[in-house]
DNA sequence: GCCGTTTTCGGCCCGACTGTTTTCAGTCG
């Protein structure tokens, strides 16, 4: 998985707050972050790179560019190891405890000499802390407390878990009398694989009793912080939720500002003071005459600025605001545009619904077209067999007589650790659609894992490699494959990569998807299906894709039946390649 | 350290909340 980019940014950002830490100049530790998140989102690899393209890079100048070559060639830089000498290596983790800044973990090192959590967990209990000059008894006890949250880790959720928490918190607050409007924004708008905490936002003149609602709510274990427009409190699961009201003629600017991401933010503020106009929550304003210009909705903000709107999921900072000012924003695939799904299980592996209710589900949320995938006989808990997986064919092609979606039968191959499947060619010639994926022996060498994965996207029938990374969020990481060589093979070959709809899934990420569609791959966005309710999950795939800047045309179950038959009639694309 | 339809020098996003201060620094998002 290791990208040299992802390398040079974690550089990068030591670097920042190294210097941070000790006293450097502000607008340089920014300097290094935003050349950190500028690298890592590049879409090309830095290793191939010459000097001159590094320095092409928006925010890397001549003097960073020069420190990533050193970095590069060498594998160091001459000026960080300086300072990791200068820093003691523990403090960079006192950066880490909610409420500790570069300033006071500074000032706790230089006063009394604390280098690590240990150190400071043992002043904290001594009361040495609010003796420094600009603490107390309050703030000593609040960094305590901060300290043991963080030890009992409130880790990131997944979306999925995510949104269930704040889609019941917006349920509670609809009601009260003062809100007009009330939605969650945040990571979780945006719809990142992970949630830090869950961000809120209200509308309503009338800001204080729902402020007073919130520290009341049944879920909340403790309040972080109370005013007269922000609350944050933390769940007894541990997640935090900050809750903000603002005037309703501030709801597209709030709206805007809450949903980020920070760095889309900081551009946009940018760009508004180029303007002569200055961006907060509260909205759009002329500088000179303080005069509001938008604000009421995201549109007229981003029109105002000269921008289309822009997708929640597309805000990372990440180049979208420029290919925006150029007109070159890609039209993301929307929902809406999905017109089937492309991997499913029934109660005959591993599902737990039956065939005939996957079916009537998949009508009822009107795909024009649904394939059923059983697992096949190499994944053997799943006791598959050739009897059941004709016998499942039959039923398939009766259904499909009936009314709502072209059924097709498909089946979820696995790879085995040598590159080879289930069944042979020409059985595997029967399917309508085949998904291969790797389930087990994750821990091959990068080069196996390679070569495993290659042969069976070259395999003829192998239509789509399911869930190609095979990460867990926030568990599993990712199979070590070389993926600019796997992408490569997917766009000759016309295999598609799955973009998995799945919570713990959502594999490819966005970030690989914004990668594998410069080789030209295709995706197919699929829920993995064991019950009706998880066919629900596409829009999370849709997200996952639209964070890679994944539009319509690349995705094959955007496509009419015809269409994707022909995707399906593999060789037939190889031979137009060649 | 980066960057330029106000700039090759002088800027660099904006505001809420907390705690310790009597006007502001630090942190966060």
Redesign the pocket.
């Given at each position: 998985m290791a990208r040299s980019n992802d390398a040079v940014a974690a550089m990068l950002l030591e670097f920042a707050e190294l210097l941070a830490i000790s006293g450097g100049?502000p607008?340089?530790v920014?300097?290094?972050e935003?050349?950190a998140q500028a690298v890592e989102g590049h879409p090309a690899e830095l290793a191939t790179l010459r000097s001159a393209e590094l320095?092409e890079?928006?925010?890397?100048?001549?003097?960073?560019?020069r420190?990533i070559r050193e970095f590069l060639d060498t594998g160091s830089v001459g000026?960080l190891d300086e300072l990791r000498a200068r820093v003691p290596t523990g403090l960079r983790s006192l950066?880490t405890?909610?409420?500790?800044?570069?300033?006071?973990?500074r000032?706790v090192y230089e006063e009394l000499g604390i280098t690590s959590p240990d150190d400071l967990l043992a002043a904290l209990h001594e009361h040495r802390l609010?003796e420094l000059?600009?603490?107390?008894?309050?703030?000593?006890?609040?960094l305590a407390a901060a300290v043991r949250e963080a030890q009992s880790a409130g880790e990131r959720v997944r979306l999925g878990l995510a949104l269930g928490v704040a889609e019941r918190l917006l349920q509670r607050l609809r009601p009260l009398p003062q809100v007009q409007r009330v939605e969650y924004a945040?990571s979780l708008r945006r719809m990142r694989d992970s949630i830090?905490?869950i961000?809120i936002l209200v509308a309503s003149d009338d800001p204080e009793p729902i402020?007073r609602a919130v520290t009341e709510l049944p879920v909340v274990e403790r309040v972080?912080?109370?005013?007269?427009?922000?609350?944050?409190v933390l769940t007894a699961t541990g997640l935090?939720v900050?809750v903000?009201v603002v005037a309703p003629p501030s709801w597209g600017a709030a709206l805007l500002?809450?949903t980020?991401s920070?760095a889309h933010?900081?551009q946009l503020?940018?760009l508004?003071?180029?303007?002569?106009l200055?961006?907060?929550?509260?909205g759009l304003f002329e500088v000179e005459t303080d005069r509001r210009v938008a604000g009421e909705r995201e549109e007229e903000v981003y029109a105002r600025l000269g921008l289309p709107w822009i997708e929640p999921t597309l805000r990372e900072g990440a180049g979208e605001v420029e290919a925006a000012l150029h007109g070159t924003l890609p039209e993301v695939v929307t929902r809406a545009d999905l017109r089937g799904d492309l991997h499913t299980h029934t109660d005959l592996t591993d599902g737990v619904a039956p065939l005939r209710d996957m079916v009537a589900a998949a009508a009822a949320a009107g795909h024009e077209y649904f394939a059923i995938t059983d697992h096949a006989p190499l994944l053997h808990m799943q006791r598959m067999t050739t009897e059941k997986a004709l016998a499942q064919r039959r039923r398939i092609r009766e259904l499909d007589r009936e009314a709502g979606p072209a059924l097709l039968h498909g089946t979820e191959l696995n790879i085995q650790p040598d590159g080879s499947l289930d069944w042979d060619t020409e059985f595997l010639s029967g399917f309508d659609i085949v998904v291969a994926s790797v389930h087990s022996h994750f821990d091959q060498p990068r080069d196996v894992l390679t070569a495993r994965l290659l042969r069976a996207i070259e395999h003829p029938h192998v239509n789509v490699i399911g869930h190609p990374t095979t990460r867990i969020v926030g568990g599993r990481s990712a199979i070590d494959v070389d993926l600019d060589e796997v992408f490569r093979a997917a766009a000759r070959t016309g295999t598609a990569l799955e973009v998995n709809s799945l919570p713990e899934r959502l594999d490819l990420n966005g970030e690989l998807v914004r990668r594998a569609r410069h080789f030209g791959v295709r995706f197919a966005v699929s829920s993995d299906a064991h019950s009706v309710a998880q066919l629900g999950n596409l829009s999370f795939g849709v997200a996952t894709a639209q964070r890679g800047w994944a539009t319509r045309d690349d995705v094959i179950n955007t496509y009419p039946l015809d269409e994707l038959r022909r995707f399906l009639a593999k060789h037939d694309h190889a031979a137009a390649v060649r």
């Open positions: 100049p607008y340089k920014r300097a290094y935003k050349a320095d890079i928006p925010n890397v100048g001549s003097q960073l560019a420190k000026e950066l405890i909610p409420g500790l800044g570069p300033r006071r973990a000032q609010r000059r600009g603490w107390g008894a309050r703030s000593e006890d609040n945040g830090g905490d961000d402020m972080i912080s109370h005013g007269s427009t922000r609350t944050s935090q900050d903000r500002y809450f980020g920070k933010n900081i503020r940018e508004a003071l180029r303007a002569g200055k961006l907060s929550e509260y």
